[in-house]
Structures are given as structure tokens and as C-alpha cells.
């Protein structure tokens, strides 16, 4: 099995520019969402894709964009970078709506540093 | 709004000693709640559900509806119980809302 994969790891953008940040699900999982991570606080939602469409969203503006594809992996787009979006970006899968448990598998996240 | 707190930041004990972590939620319906542990240099992960009533890892958490809490217990800690803890909520917009995490360390 597996697990969640995400990349880059690690990258450093300026302000103003544009990040495309990818996921790969676990295998099974047809739900993937995305969270921020700022330093010294919890993830927070940015939105959710099930079977290619977006699925609920969170409290961002909407520069953040994303994409399932038909294999379920996912990308993350940011335009127009701030500073303040520097932070962890988390990629979690689950089972669809129906057999959801409501548990969350992670990627170790891809770190943004913009400048 | 729905909003999940964490009133501590971190959380120090010493091993064999009970250990509590506070949750406090607002929500409007029922909620869903859980609790995901993040160890050194491992990703987040599902501890518990509450509509699982499991113990895991000698870990319980109980639903109070009435004080909106649902505080994570363990009697004994251990030294491997060091990890960032976050408390969860499910509810609408298929979103899972997260506090900001409480840091525990047992020492031995």
C-alpha cells in the first residue's frame, strides 16, 4: 500500500510569483484534501476534491486553485504569492463520502518560503 | 462558527504520571471529533475518533456535550508519548478543523 506522497519538499518563491504544489493519494483513496500549516499552529483547510471536483473549500482567497485528476492524485496552485502564505502545505487522502471514517492520511507536506 | 481550542501550548509530565489534553470545540451540530498525533520526524496520524469509543494506546477520549469538551486521557504516560497532539473536528464543507496543538513531553 501506498502511502501519500507530495512534492517538492522544500522551495522558495518571491512575492508575486506562482507555486504548483502536487499530491499523490494513498492507494484507494478517490478524496484528497489540502491544508496550510503556518509555524506554531494547526492545519488549516483550504479545500477538498472528491472524484475530480472540489468538494468543500475553506477560508482562502481564491489565488488557491486546485485539480484532481482522473488517477485522484492533485495540485495545489497559489498565485499572486504572499509572504504570509509561507508556510507547510498538507495533503491528506480518505475513502469517498460514503465510506468516509472521517480519518485523514497525510504527506509529510512541501514547505513554502516566499520572499 | 465551528472552532476547535487548545488551551495549552505545552504540556510537560513525568513518566507514570496522568496525563490530560484540553479540547474545547464550537459547533452548532453533532460534531464529529478526533484526536491526530504527530511524533518526532513521523506525519500526522488519526489517534481516535469519539464514535469509535477505542482506547488506543492507552489513550481515551470522552464527548462531553454539555462543556463542548473533548479532552484527551491517558493514567500512565510514557516517554514514547511525547508527540504534538491536535484535536479535530468534522463538520460542514467536508472540512476537518484542527486546534493549534499541544506540545506534551514525559520525561523520564
Known amino acids: 500500500e501506498t502511502g501519500v506522497t507530495q512534492s517538492p519538499t522544500h522551495l522558495i518563491k518571491t512575492r508575486g510569483q506562482q507555486v504548483t504544489l502536487r499530491c499523490s493519494s494513498q492507494s484507494g483513496h478517490n478524496t484528497v484534501s489540502w491544508y496550510q500549516q503556518a509555524l506554531g499552529q494547526g492545519p488549516q483547510f483550504i479545500f477538498q476534491y472528491y472524484r475530480e471536483e472540489e468538494n468543500g473549500r475553506g477560508n482562502f482567497p481564491p489565488r488557491f486553485s486546485g485539480l484532481q485528476f482522473p488517477n485522484y492524485s492533485s495540485e495545489l496552485n497559489v498565485n499572486a504569492l504572499e509572504l504570509d502564505d509561507s508556510a507547510l502545505y498538507l495533503c491528506a487522502s480518505s475513502l469517498g463520502v460514503s465510506e468516509n471514517t472521517g480519518e485523514l492520511f497525510f504527506g509529510e507536506g512541501s514547505r513554502l518560503t516566499v520572499l | 462558527a465551528q472552532r476547535v481550542t487548545q488551551p495549552e501550548k505545552l504540556l510537560s509530565v513525568f513518566k507514570g504520571a496522568p496525563v490530560e489534553l484540553k479540547c474545547n470545540y464550537s459547533?452548532?451540530?453533532?460534531?464529529?471529533l478526533f484526536w491526530y498525533v504527530q511524533y518526532s520526524r513521523q506525519r500526522l496520524q488519526l489517534l481516535l475518533r469519539?464514535?469509535s469509543r477505542e482506547s488506543i494506546k492507552g489513550f481515551t477520549a470522552d464527548l462531553n456535550k454539555g462543556e463542548t469538551s473533548f479532552h484527551l486521557k491517558k493514567p500512565f504516560a510514557q516517554e514514547e508519548d511525547s508527540a504534538m497532539y491536535y484535536c479535530?473536528?468534522?463538520?460542514?464543507?467536508?472540512?476537518?478543523?484542527f486546534g493549534a496543538g499541544t506540545r506534551l513531553t514525559v520525561k523520564p
Open positions: 459547533y452548532s451540530g453533532s460534531p464529529e
Open positions: 469519539h464514535i
Open positions: 479535530a473536528l468534522s463538520g460542514t464543507d467536508n472540512d476537518m478543523r
